[in-house]
Protein backbone atom coordinates (compact mmCIF):
# COMPACT_ATOMS: atom_id res chain seq x y z
CA UNK A 1 0.00 0.00 0.00
CA UNK A 2 1.46 3.43 -1.42
CA UNK A 3 1.34 6.46 1.76
CA UNK A 4 -0.41 9.52 1.19
CA UNK A 5 2.34 11.67 -0.28
CA UNK A 6 2.78 9.53 -2.92
CA UNK A 7 -1.12 9.47 -3.56
CA UNK A 8 -1.45 13.13 -3.29
CA UNK A 9 1.48 13.61 -5.99
CA UNK A 10 -0.31 11.36 -7.95
CA UNK A 11 -3.44 13.13 -8.09
CA UNK A 12 -1.85 16.32 -8.88
CA UNK A 13 -0.22 14.48 -11.91
CA UNK A 14 -3.86 13.06 -12.84
CA UNK A 15 -4.95 16.33 -12.87
CA UNK A 16 -1.82 17.94 -14.72
CA UNK A 17 -1.44 15.50 -17.39
CA UNK A 18 -4.87 14.35 -18.15
CA UNK A 19 -8.79 15.92 -18.56
CA UNK A 20 -10.82 14.60 -15.83
CA UNK A 21 -14.33 15.25 -15.26
CA UNK A 22 -15.57 12.74 -12.62
CA UNK A 23 -13.97 11.30 -8.79
CA UNK A 24 -14.69 8.19 -10.29
CA UNK A 25 -11.81 8.76 -13.36
CA UNK A 26 -9.69 9.98 -10.77
CA UNK A 27 -10.38 7.10 -8.41
CA UNK A 28 -9.87 4.70 -11.26
CA UNK A 29 -6.85 5.94 -12.36
CA UNK A 30 -5.47 5.89 -8.66
CA UNK A 31 -7.10 2.46 -8.35
CA UNK A 32 -4.78 1.15 -11.88
CA UNK A 33 -1.37 3.16 -10.23
CA UNK A 34 -1.71 0.84 -7.18
CA UNK A 35 -3.61 3.13 -4.84
CA UNK A 36 -6.02 1.58 -1.73
CA UNK A 37 -8.76 3.99 -1.01
CA UNK A 38 -12.51 4.91 -1.18
CA UNK A 39 -14.22 7.58 -2.86
CA UNK A 40 -14.51 9.41 0.61
CA UNK A 41 -10.97 9.76 1.15
CA UNK A 42 -10.68 10.60 -2.80
CA UNK A 43 -12.83 13.46 -1.75
CA UNK A 44 -10.72 14.81 1.30
CA UNK A 45 -7.75 14.12 -0.64
CA UNK A 46 -9.04 17.07 -3.28
CA UNK A 47 -10.41 19.54 -1.08
CA UNK A 48 -6.51 19.30 0.57
CA UNK A 49 -5.38 19.82 -2.86
CA UNK A 50 -7.83 22.59 -3.33
CA UNK A 51 -8.67 21.24 -6.64
CA UNK A 52 -11.58 22.81 -8.00
CA UNK A 53 -14.25 21.12 -10.35
CA UNK A 54 -14.74 24.15 -13.77
CA UNK A 55 -16.71 24.41 -16.64
CA UNK A 56 -14.83 23.36 -19.63
CA UNK A 57 -14.97 25.03 -22.78
CA UNK A 58 -17.08 21.74 -24.50
CA UNK A 59 -19.90 22.88 -21.41
CA UNK A 60 -18.96 19.61 -19.44
CA UNK A 61 -16.92 20.35 -16.20
CA UNK A 62 -13.62 19.40 -15.34
CA UNK A 63 -10.76 19.57 -12.68
CA UNK A 64 -8.17 22.00 -11.97
CA UNK A 65 -5.28 23.05 -9.68
CA UNK A 66 -6.15 26.60 -8.93
CA UNK A 67 -2.72 27.27 -8.36
CA UNK A 68 -1.69 26.46 -12.00
CA UNK A 69 -5.02 27.90 -13.20
CA UNK A 70 -5.22 24.93 -15.84
CA UNK A 71 -6.43 21.58 -16.64
CA UNK A 72 -2.80 20.26 -17.76
CA UNK A 73 -2.53 19.44 -21.39
CA UNK A 74 -6.06 20.86 -22.17
CA UNK A 75 -5.11 24.28 -21.41
CA UNK A 76 -1.82 24.94 -23.37
CA UNK A 77 -3.83 22.96 -26.41
CA UNK A 78 -6.59 25.25 -26.39
CA UNK A 79 -4.45 28.51 -25.92
CA UNK A 80 -2.24 27.52 -28.84
CA UNK A 81 -1.02 30.71 -30.58
CA UNK A 82 -3.24 33.15 -28.96
CA UNK A 83 -3.05 33.43 -25.23
CA UNK A 84 -5.49 35.93 -24.96
CA UNK A 85 -8.13 33.14 -25.64
CA UNK A 86 -7.40 32.02 -21.79
CA UNK A 87 -7.94 34.39 -18.91
CA UNK A 88 -6.01 32.88 -16.02
CA UNK A 89 -7.73 32.11 -13.12
CA UNK A 90 -10.63 33.49 -14.90
CA UNK A 91 -10.72 37.00 -14.07
CA UNK A 92 -12.36 39.46 -16.08
CA UNK A 93 -13.04 42.76 -13.86
CA UNK A 94 -12.75 44.33 -10.97
CA UNK A 95 -14.82 47.44 -9.86
CA UNK A 96 -14.91 49.58 -6.54
CA UNK A 97 -17.83 51.13 -4.62
CA UNK A 98 -16.33 52.58 -1.18
CA UNK A 99 -15.16 50.02 0.72
CA UNK A 100 -16.32 47.13 -1.92
CA UNK A 101 -14.53 45.19 -4.49
CA UNK A 102 -16.74 43.58 -7.25
CA UNK A 103 -14.91 40.74 -9.10
CA UNK A 104 -16.35 39.70 -12.02
CA UNK A 105 -15.17 35.90 -13.66
CA UNK A 106 -15.68 33.39 -16.04
CA UNK A 107 -18.56 30.99 -14.49
CA UNK A 108 -17.43 28.84 -11.68
CA UNK A 109 -14.13 30.43 -11.32
CA UNK A 110 -15.43 33.12 -8.17
CA UNK A 111 -14.78 30.65 -5.02
CA UNK A 112 -12.18 29.26 -6.12
CA UNK A 113 -10.68 33.00 -6.39
CA UNK A 114 -12.44 33.48 -3.12
CA UNK A 115 -11.38 30.72 -1.10
CA UNK A 116 -7.78 31.66 -2.23
CA UNK A 117 -8.02 35.35 -0.55
CA UNK A 118 -9.91 34.29 2.48
CA UNK A 119 -7.27 31.59 2.92
CA UNK A 120 -4.29 33.82 2.74
CA UNK A 121 -6.41 36.44 5.06
CA UNK A 122 -4.57 39.74 3.72
CA UNK A 123 -4.93 42.25 6.15
CA UNK A 124 -6.31 44.63 3.74
CA UNK A 125 -9.58 42.28 3.23
CA UNK A 126 -12.09 41.46 5.99
CA UNK A 127 -13.56 38.46 3.99
CA UNK A 128 -15.44 37.82 0.45
CA UNK A 129 -18.53 36.45 -0.17
CA UNK A 130 -18.36 34.24 -3.88
CA UNK A 131 -21.19 33.51 -6.32
CA UNK A 132 -20.82 31.77 -9.19
CA UNK A 133 -19.42 34.46 -11.23
CA UNK A 134 -18.83 37.55 -8.93
CA UNK A 135 -16.46 37.91 -5.74
CA UNK A 136 -17.95 40.53 -3.33
CA UNK A 137 -14.42 41.57 -1.46
CA UNK A 138 -15.06 43.94 1.60
CA UNK A 139 -11.93 45.98 2.32
CA UNK A 140 -10.70 47.41 5.62
CA UNK A 141 -12.13 51.05 6.01
CA UNK A 142 -9.19 53.08 5.32
CA UNK A 143 -8.13 51.17 2.22
CA UNK A 144 -7.86 53.16 -0.72
CA UNK A 145 -8.31 51.54 -4.27
CA UNK A 146 -4.78 51.31 -4.90
CA UNK A 147 -3.78 49.60 -1.64
CA UNK A 148 -6.84 47.32 -2.82
CA UNK A 149 -5.33 46.43 -6.28
CA UNK A 150 -1.87 45.62 -5.00
CA UNK A 151 -3.29 43.64 -2.01
CA UNK A 152 -5.66 41.65 -4.76
CA UNK A 153 -2.45 41.16 -6.97
CA UNK A 154 -1.25 37.66 -5.67
CA UNK A 155 -4.60 36.38 -6.67
CA UNK A 156 -5.46 38.22 -10.00
CA UNK A 157 -1.87 38.28 -11.39
CA UNK A 158 -3.71 40.39 -14.57
CA UNK A 159 -5.06 43.05 -12.17
Same mark, same amino acid.
Given at each position: ?????????????????????? %????L $??????????? $??? *???? *????????????D????????????????????????? $?RH?????I????S???????????????????????????? *???????????????????? %? $??? *??L???????
Open positions: MKNKAARLQSIREIIIHSRVKS %QEEI $QKLIEQGFDLT $QAT *LSRD *LKQLRIAKVPGNGSYVYIMPEIGSVGKLMQEKMGDNP $QIPGGFSINFGNLAVIKTRPGYAGSLAYDIDSNTPPEV *LGTIAGDDTVLVILEEHINH %Q $QAL *LASPFIPEV
